[in-house]
């Protein structure tokens, strides 16, 4: 007998905010109605990136200004056209962010698929290339945390006015 095999074409994707583990929109990447997520490893990236908390609902953006800022820790997932489809909305993509690749170094692999602890991957990423110049000046991170001590507490969208 014959197994089936998916033939679905997967892409792998870097998430540095809200849609981490433990974060407020995470359940997002576990919703099977948006399309299928598998949890690859964790992995910093391996240029320098502006990470900010920014506007009223103090969302982290990612600001395509490389070699500023921190190498910025984060989550290496796969993902399917569908759940890409998802996030590219979700993200909204081209007027907001733009997915792009960007080049990871793997800390720990857990999902079987993401490498070797130290080893090199590519992903896309969602960032910020237009935005305002006044985002450039405020606090840079290394890593987000929807619950940190920053005091910016993120607004979830279902909650915005």
Known sequence: MLSSVSCARMT???????????????YRMLDSANGEAGFLSTACTVQKFPLVIAGPHNVPFLLDV???GHRIQGELYTVDERMLAF?????????????????????????????????????????????EEELLRLCRFESYDAYGDHGLQYVDREARD
Do not use: C
């Open 12 to 26: 792998q994707i870097f998430v540095y905010g809200t849609l981490k583990r433990g974060q407020p929109n995470h």
């Open 87 to 131: 996030l590219d909305d979700f993200e909204m993509v081209p007027t907001w962010y733009q997915r792009v690749p960007v080049e990871l170094q793997v800390e720990r692999s857990e999902g079987g698929g993401g490498g070797d602890d130290g080893a090199t991957a590519e992903a896309f990423v969602y960032i910020r290339k237009a935005f």
């Open 66 to 68: 490389p070699g500023q």
